[in-house]
C-alpha cells in the first residue's frame, strides 16, 4: 500500500532529485554491506579469482561484482571494471569511493567486437524513469546516448594475469566475446557470460573452454583446463 502511493509522487520529482535519491539508497546499502548479486556464480568468485590476480567487468553496473572481485583480489591485485551509461558509470564510481576500491580501473566505454561510437538505449521504468540495469546497445540514434566502444582484444591489459572476466552486457555478450577472442585464447581466463549463444559456445570450446550451467543461474561458466567447477 505505502509503495503504490509513494511510487507516483517520486515519479512527478525532477530527474535529478530521482538520480539523488537513488545513489543515496545505493550508497548505503554499499556502506552497510547489503548490496551483493543473488547469482550463484558471485558466491563461487573466490574459487576462481585470487590475491595478486587481475580481472574483468563488463558490463560492471552498479559494481556489486566488481566490489567483490576487488575484494579478492586484494592491494596487489587490479580489476578493470568496464561501464558505458554515464549515468550508471557515475553510481559505479560512489559506489567504490564508498567501498574504498582503491585497486579497480573504472573506464567509461562500452566493449564489444568492434571499436568507435555507439548509441545505447535506456529504457523508461515505473519508479525512476530510467531502467539502468536494462540499458542496450541499439545503434547510434537521436533518442539513444551515444558512448565509445572498444574491442578488448585492442587495449594494453596486463593479461598475463588476467584470471576471470564477467560479461554481462545485456544481449551484446557474443560481440564482446568476439572481440576479445585473442585475450581469452592467450590468457584463458574463468568466463562468466549470461545467455550464451550456439556460435559463442562453439567458439569458446574450440579454444579449449567447457561449458558449465549452475543450478539457478542465467548466466553459462566457461571454465580453462585444470580449473574445477
Known amino acids: 500500500m505505502l509503495r503504490s502511493v509513494i511510487r507516483p509522487v517520486f515519479r512527478r520529482l525532477p530527474l535529478n532529485w530521482r538520480r539523488n535519491l537513488r545513489a543515496l539508497r545505493l550508497e548505503h546499502l554499499v556502506r552497510t554491506g547489503r548490496f551483493d548479486s543473488d547469482e ?37 591485485g587490479r580489476v578493470f571494471a568496464f561501464e558505458p551509461v554515464p549515468q550508471t558509470f557515475v553510481m559505479l564510481i560512489r559506489s567504490l569511493s564508498v567501498r574504498g576500491c582503491k585497486n ?10 568492434e571499436n568507435g561510437i555507439v548509441g545505447m538505449t535506456v529504457p523508461d521504468d515505473s519508479l525512476t524513469g530510467e531502467d ?22 585492442a587495449l594494453p591489459l596486463p593479461t598475463e594475469r588476467l584470471r576471470l572476466v564477467k560479461v554481462d552486457a545485456e544481449g551484446h555478450d557474443a560481440e564482446v566475446i568476439e572481440g576479445m577472442i585473442a585475450t581469452l ?28 550451467r549452475l543450478p539457478g543461474s542465467p548466466n553459462g561458466v566457461f571454465l580453462p583446463p585444470g580449473i574445477a567447477q
Open 104 to 113: 579497480v580501473t573504472a573506464i567509461n566505454a562500452a566493449c564489444s567486437n
Open 132 to 153: 539502468l540495469y536494462q540499458a542496450s546497445i541499439s545503434g547510434v540514434q537521436r533518442r539513444s546516448v551515444n558512448v565509445f566502444r572498444a574491442r578488448i582484444d
Open 185 to 212: 585464447r592467450r590468457a584463458m581466463p574463468v568466463l562468466i557470460t549470461e545467455h550464451p549463444k550456439d556460435h559463442t559456445c562453439g567458439s569458446l570450446q574450440a579454444i579449449g573452454y567447457r561449458l558449465v
Open 40 to 76: 550463484p556464480e558471485f558466491d563461487r568468485l573466490a574459487s576462481w579469482l585470487g590475491p595478486g590476480d587481475v580481472a574483468l567487468d563488463v558490463g560492471a553496473n552498479f559494481g556489486s561484482y566488481t566490489m567483490k572481485m576487488s575484494e579478492i583480489v586484494g592491494e596487489s
